[in-house]
């Protein structure tokens, strides 16, 4: 008799915690889960942060299909230093930064990123700081990396991300 009371206590108890626990999963999902990130997330083209120095960043493109290349371009005073990261869906970022150098005469810089790894699909953000002599500013904008369609031909699309070797 004490061990069917004792196994109905126990079997109540699992219970209770599975409901608990399947309850913490959905809630977890909920705000977690990638259609909820896609919904809320808006990709910006140019967003500046602090200004010292004029700074002007800008993407090629607010959502990049995998294995494009994106065109970062940093416009700010001549011949600044500017430093960029990219900031990865996962939260890490390049240590020392994606990029550096100088800008030109004009006060301009270019570079490319190319993205071509499907574990990294999401919504990536670029930060750039210019310094010239004390002063200092910076910027950052975001940017989807979105999966190939489904229906993707070749010579439809510019590229094709090759899944056979």
Known sequence: MLAAIRNT????????????????NQQALRYNGPEKVSQRVRASLTSAIRNQLPLRLTLSDSTIRLGDWQEITVSTSPLAEVELALVYPDGRSDRPPTANGQASANGRWQTKV???????LGVFRVLVVARLNNRQSQASASFVLEP??????PGREKYI????P
Do not use: E, H, I, N
């Not at 190939?148 to 031909?153: T, Y």
């Open 9 to 24: 206590f126990l079997t109540g108890l699992a219970l209770v915690a599975t409901v608990y626990g399947v309850g913490w």
């Open 114 to 120: 190319k993205l071509d790894d499907w574990r990294q």
């Open 148 to 153: 190939l369609p489904s229906d993707l031909q």
């Open 161 to 164: 991300y090759p899944l056979v």
